[in-house]
């Protein structure tokens, strides 16, 4: 399928790796140009370096931290006006809500809810007065089915959605949609990581608990980033104009509810 968005210009956030790096890879597949924004110099360029001699897309970086008010600067000076904003965000720390500090609560706040929504402040009103636009938020499955250990994004990812499903509506009759996708258990340094938080363990001991809760869903194995990537493509292309405002689980199965 021909996903009518060659030639467009996509801004991806905490692209240099993981689910990022998968939906700047599946754009520029298509034929999108990219502007990516990570905080690593080193890896983003890595990365950049890498799409650049597979994809003949335009490819530009803007290294800094999209929950810094300099850092959305910095990407939106690089990319102005994009057709395309992919929000993406490393998640707060893992561990017991009691014991988290007003600056954490603050930071997960700053990172997973307000860096999204002042990105997309920035770019929509533009995207609509040229007539199309495509704004997809990564979050999380634990907006629908929220874990205790991951209350800090929690929080900070419902916030964010509440505030998507408000807006959405008033952008779509001009061809500007946006949606969230909300993965679990992809194949990422990020899930490795928390995983080896909550289980307390590492080497040969954290690899048999990443199988452990491999196996543990109806899929019986983790998300490809690939595949995440493919999706994210799809909502930012040119057939899914008449879907705005939702919340897509990529779960393998295991959310249990009906909606």
Known sequence: MDLG?????????????????????????????????????ETLEATAAELRSRYPVGIITAVGDIATEAGRATALAACPAPDILVNNAGGPPVGDWRTFSVEQWHAAVDGNMLAAIML??????????????????????????????????????????????????????????????????????????????????????????????????????????????AVCAFYCSAHAGFITGQNVMLDGGRYPAVF
Do not use: H, W
Not at 16 to 28: P, Q, T
Not at 139 to 158: C, F, G, H
């Open 5 to 41: 968005i060659e030639g467009r210009t996509a801004l991806v956030c905490a692209a240099s790796k993981g689910l990022g790096k998968a939906c700047a890879e599946a754009l520029a597949a298509e034929g999108v140009n990219l502007v990516l924004t990570a905080r690593t110099a």
């Open 120 to 229: 997309i402040r920035a770019v929509v009103d533009g995207m609509a007065e040229r007539g199309f636009g495509r704004i997809v938020n990564i979050t999380s499955a634990m907006v629908k089915q929220p874990n205790p250990a991951l209350s800090l994004s929690v929080a900070a990812r419902i916030g964010l959605t509440g505030f998507v499903k408000g807006i959405a509506p008033s952008y779509v009759g001009s061809n500007v949609t946006i949606n969230s996708l909300l993965p679990e258990q992809f194949e990422t340094d990020r899930l490795r990581s928390n995983i080896a938080r909550m289980t307390s363990t590492s080497g040969s001991a954290l690899d048999e608990a990443m199988a452990k809760a491999a196996k543990s869903g109806p899929a019986g194995r983790m998300g490809r980033v690939e595949e995440f990537g």
